[in-house]
């Protein structure tokens, strides 16, 4: 009930195309969705995130739509750039506790130009 | 811009030995975080501490695994046994105040090999 479930695993899009990634989570208790984008070798880099109030957040080229009821958020980017190749997690974090973040699986995302 | 700084970049110990991980968190950040991330999977959640206490902790940190913070700066994670399987990247996090509690920024990394 812990995990958070992210596909694909790996995407290539096309230099202005729509990246699209998914995840679904089980735990209601989750109540802090962020996104992390990270480089070969570097650490983990805090992209946008969302609060289950609301259904969409969007931060320039980045949106994250959010469906309570089915449990799923999605990261949306806009534009895609080959500059946005990267690996994207997604994570969760629960209410209470030590603000632990749970992440998924990671997506490897390739823009192609 | 403020960061999370990590010493050493890559570590590279023998089976065994006791190793120790050092971080700076961002200076006015009050809550600070282990992950590890094993070659190709996923980041994984090892403690999280706050006021000199652990707050949470994963069942990856068992008696092997350690956390202090031994100045006003510096948070350090310590192996004292390492295996084989503690090879990954470890990485330190860090967040404010309860505000922005939730917003963790994570440092470069450490590299640690074990052979």
């Known amino acids: 009930q812990q995990q958070v479930k992210q596909s694909p695993q790996s995407l290539i899009v096309q230099k202005g195309g729509i990246s699209i990634i998914n995840c679904a989570y089980e735990?209601?208790?989750?109540?802090?969705f962020p996104w992390y984008q990270q480089f070969p070798g570097k650490g983990p880099a805090l992209l946008i995130a969302i609060r289950p109030d609301v259904s969409e957040k969007k931060e320039g080229r980045f949106t994250i739509s959010f469906n309570k009821s089915a449990k799923q958020f999605s990261l949306h980017i806009m534009d895609s750039q080959p500059g946005d190749s990267a690996t994207y997690f997604c994570?969760?974090?629960?209410?209470?506790?030590?603000?632990?973040?749970?992440f998924g699986t990671g997506t490897q995302l390739k823009v192609e130009l | 811009e403020p960061e999370v700084t990590q010493t050493p970049s890559h570590q590279v110990t023998q089976m065994g030995q006791e190793v120790i991980l050092r971080c700076v968190p961002i200076?006015?950040?009050?809550?600070f975080y282990w992950y590890r991330q094993i070659l190709g999977q996923k980041v994984e959640f090892l403690v999280s501490f706050y006021n000199n206490e652990i707050s949470e902790k994963s069942e990856i940190f068992d008696d092997q695994f350690s956390v202090e913070r031994p100045d006003g700066s510096n948070f350090t994670l310590k192996i004292r046994s390492t295996k084989l399987e503690d090879s990954a990247m470890y990485f330190c996090a860090s967040s404010g105040l309860s505000g922005s509690k939730e917003t963790q920024y994570f440092g470069p990394g450490t590299r640690l090999l074990v052979l």
């Open positions: 200076s006015n950040h009050l809550y």
């Open positions: 994570a969760a974090r629960k209410t209470g506790g030590g603000n632990k973040l749970t």
């Open positions: 735990n209601t208790a989750f109540d802090y």
